[in-house]
T-cell receptor, first 114, second 112 residues
Framework: AQSVTQLDSHVSVSEGTPVLLRCNYS??????LFWYVQHPNKGLQLLLKYTSAATLVKGINGFEAEFKKSETSFHLTKPSAHMSDAAEYFC????????????FGAGTRLFVKA | DVKVTQSSRYLVKRTGEKVFLECVQDMDHENMFWYRQDPGLGLRLIYF???????EKGDIPEGYSVSREKKERFSLILESASTNQTSMYLCASNSNRGYEQFFGPGTRLTVL
């Protein structure tokens, strides 16, 4: 079975400081992992993806994530937050575990203070 | 670029009305999905389709049906809208070659 847990429902940072959004997953198979971002009243946009290649994945807008199998984590980071990063972020696990299945995390809302 | 479009950004309907939400993708994707998104509940899968005329129930199919007559189009139907179906509806698609899903902009449906 697959599952994904986003450890924080809300994260607040000041502009220019680092961002850390935490995600733990559970999967019986080698998973594919994704981070999506959703700005208010918009659809979800893919930030980055891990599909069993390099464990450090770089995405758009300066975000990156590291796949750590030993910790079953896929945390999203950015060195310096920008006001435009304020949005909701979803960690997603996907894979063929007896069928095609995609599991979305509950989401983490990122607030960026000026 | 993959493009997924949804027929309406905002929709207001009355209880008991039949509601059609349309989704079109232009990348020849095999799979299409309908989700609803509610505060505190995240995204929940309503239905998905892996081929023309094929459909599978997701986690919350009650009160909904779907139609996929052409590969690029996937419709969500509310046979008799109810107030508890007020929500944001998101359509997505992907191919069999990759797991990432591409999302439309969403339809915010209000049922009065």
């Amino acid at each position: 079975a697959q599952s994904v847990t986003q450890l924080d429902s809300h994260v607040s940072v000041s502009e220019g400081t680092p961002v850390l959004l935490r995600c733990n997953y559970s999967s019986s198979y080698s998973p594919s992992l994704f981070w999506y971002v959703q700005h208010p009243n918009k659809g979800l946009q893919l930030l980055l993806k891990y599909t069993s290649a390099a464990t450090l994945v770089k995405g758009i807008n300066g975000f990156e994530a590291e796949f750590k199998k030993s910790e079953t984590s896929f945390h999203l980071t950015k060195p310096s937050a920008h006001m435009s990063d304020a949005a909701e972020y979803f960690c997603v696990v996907s894979g063929r575990t007896g069928g095609f299945k995609t599991i979305f995390g509950a989401g983490t809302r990122l607030f960026v203070k000026a | 670029d993959v493009k997924v479009t949804q027929s309406s950004r905002y929709l207001v309907k009355r209880t008991g009305e039949k509601v059609f939400l349309e989704c079109v993708q232009d990348m020849d994707h095999e799979n299409m999905f309908w989700y609803r998104q509610d505060p505190g509940l995240g995204l929940r899968l309503i239905y998905f389709s892996y081929d023309v005329k094929m459909k599978e129930k997701g986690d919350i199919p009650e009160g909904y049906s779907v139609s996929r007559e052409k590969k690029e189009r996937f419709s969500l139907i509310l046979e008799s809208a109810s107030t508890n179906q007020t929500s944001m509806y998101l359509c997505a698609s992907n191919s069999n070659r990759g797991y990432e899903q591409f999302f439309g902009p969403g339809t915010r449906l209000t049922v009065l």
